[in-house]
């Protein structure tokens, strides 16, 4: 019970990135315990047919949460951890859940419009499942490449790489795979993730946040089953998207700055005040 116990406290502790990890997760073992009793991959993932879909329309959000191979979810939870963790850097949590979300909405309407719109796909599958995290995390990773495309991180075999290489390259190995018919409705899928996160990452750019209004459609939802008063829920973000995406961004380009002087002059060059900016960045 005490390993029951720890997970259930590490996930009320957790932040958005940990809960949707622990969700995918949960939702995985419980597929692998039932499905041969239950039809759950049937009820939780995203048909191809509009008629089926009519009936389970729930499932275009429930799909984005939804495997079944081991290695379909580890890969998909890893990336989602590490992209994750990078969003994280420039924005918020409630961001990054919109872009989760919206970015699994956009992977599932592309992936209908392609199934039902193009004769070789439906003559090829009349009758195909969507399911899986990746339209999710295309999204995250194409929303902060596009937000900061020269942001560098370190791969291994590789050195620093940056990201907009990274989805460029997870792009293209996903279009030249549409025409193998090997999880051609996944890669579609992909790709509209990754065109709301181009567009996610171009409009927050401008000063504008495309997830706000679903967000707070998602709490308004949310409050109806929660137990806080309306004046806990209204209190509980000091300050806005914006402002706090904004004062993340121009600490790291100033963190970038100082390891650029570290690396031309030395540590010893730095003034006091960068070497504080500095310590303070590395407790983040």
Known sequence: MSIINEIKQSYRQGGVLTKLIYINIAVFVVIRLLQSFIPLLEWLSVPSVPLSLLFKPWTVFTYMFVHYDFMHIIFNLLYLFWFGKIFLEFFNPRQLLGV??????????????????????????????????SASV???LFAVARYMPDHRIYL???????????ALIAFILDL???????????????????LFGFIY????????????????FMDSLMSIFSRKTKMTVTHRRPIT?????????NTQREVDRILEK???SGYDSLTKDEKKTLFEASKD
């Open 100 to 133: 989760y979300l919206l970015g699994g909405l956009s992977g599932a309407a592309l992936y209908l419009a392609a199934y039902n719109l193009i004769p070789v796909l439906y003559q090829h599958f009349p009758s195909s499942i969507l399911l899986g995290a």
């Open 201 to 216: 990452g171009s409009s927050i750019t401008k000063g504008r946040d495309i997830t706000l209004g679903f967000n707070r």
């Open 176 to 194: 030249i795979s549409i025409p193998t018919l090997e999880n051609t409705g996944g890669h579609i899928a992909h790709m509209g993730g990754a």
């Open 156 to 166: 291994m075999f590789f050195g620093p790489v940056k990201l907009k290489y990274i």
């Open 241 to 249: 998207d914006i402002e706090y995406n904004t004062k993340k961004v």
């Open 262 to 264: 570290i690396k031309s």
């Open 138 to 140: 295309m999204a995250i």
